[in-house]
T-cell receptor, first 112, second 112 residues
Framework: DAEITQSPRHKITETGRQVTLACHQT?????MFWYRQDLGHGLRLIHY???????NKGEVSDGYSVSRSNTEDLPLTLESAASSQTSVYFC???????????FGPGTRLTVL | GDSVTQMEGPVTLSEEAFLTINCTYT??????LFWYVQYPGEGLQLLLK?????DKGSNKGFEATYRKETTSFHLEKGSVQVSDSAVYFC???????????FGSGTQLTVLP
């Protein structure tokens, strides 16, 4: 069965370190998204991609970057982790222009 | 810009009670509307959707009707179960923006 996976599921890091969160999907979807989930804010879009070599900034992109070198993967990098980036991160994918997105299980990141 | 406002939680109900979670939206054009559910420790999964005015989405006993005149998409279930305990997110998809906009989520707890 097709799926979307994220790793690691839990990560503790220190302020100033670079961190990369992995996202891998086997749906063969063109569209991939990264969100962060914080209490009271719902899900906020960080970055998204509509295909290989395409990346776009979302609502809360400062301090994050992504790259899309193949269809399956969209890693999210925190260049210099800050305590404000402590959150749960979700990756999602979709196909075409239908709006329905498929979500990964999430990564809980703690920045100390 | 697009926005979604949903009923603040948490909501606590007894088993077999009637559930309503309110959701209203602001959008240009004719968005598609979604309800996603997030069970503890998991990612979001699509619960139901409606793509045009007066459409009714339904799944697992949940229903929501796309009301253009009141810009609403309220979630209802006639008899909730303990297993329905989760966080529920209302979302809209705008074809022009090609992105999902989420409400802040409503935590539902159903007691036996």
């Amino acid at each position: 069965d097709a799926e979307i996976t994220q790793s690691p599921r839990h990560k503790i890091t220190e302020t100033g370190r670079q961190v990369t969160l992995a996202c891998h999907q086997t749906w063969n979807h063109n569209n991939m998204f990264w969100y962060r989930q914080d209490l009271g804010h719902g899900l906020r879009l960080i970055h998204y991609s509509y295909g290989v070599q395409d990346t776009n900034k979302g609502e809360v992109s400062d301090g994050y970057s992504v790259s899309r070198s193949n269809t399956e993967d969209l890693p999210l990098t925190l260049e210099s982790a800050a305590s404000s980036q402590t959150s749960v991160y979700f990756c999602a994918s979709s196909e075409g222009d239908r709006g329905e997105q498929f979500f990964g299980p999430g990564t809980r990141l703690t920045v100390l | 810009g697009d926005s979604v406002t949903q009923m603040e939680g948490p909501v606590t109900l007894s088993e077999e009670a009637f559930l309503t979670i309110n959701c209203t939206y602001t959008a240009t054009g004719y968005p598609s509307l979604f309800w996603y559910v997030q069970y503890p420790g998991e990612g979001l999964q699509l619960l139901l959707k409606a793509t045009k005015a007066d459409d009714k989405g339904s799944n697992k006993g949940f229903e929501a009707t796309y009301r253009k005149e009141t810009t609403s998409f309220h979630l209802e279930k006639g008899s909730v179960q303990v297993s329905d305990s989760a966080v529920y997110f209302c979302a809209l998809y705008s074809g022009s923006a090609r992105q999902l906009t989420f409400g802040s989520g409503t935590q539902l707890t159903v007691l036996p």
